[in-house]
């Protein structure tokens, strides 16, 4: 799935309170991402899943 793709499912999981499956879908996101800016975002947003 494209990082795009995996962005919008984590913010529709995020929404629905299923943190622990959002925070799933950033991470392979983050690794397949070819643009270190978005990369460290999407880290972030992992991050402050926890």
Do not use: Q
Not at 19 to 38: K, Q, S, Y
Request: glycine residues 6%.
């Amino acid at each position: 799935m494209m990082v795009a793709g995996r962005r919008f499912i984590e913010d529709l999981l995020t929404r629905l309170g299923r943190v622990r499956e959002a925070r799933t879908e950033l991470e392979p996101a983050a690794r397949v991402c070819g643009n270190d800016r978005e990369r460290s975002v999407l880290l972030r947003k992992a991050a402050a899943l926890e």
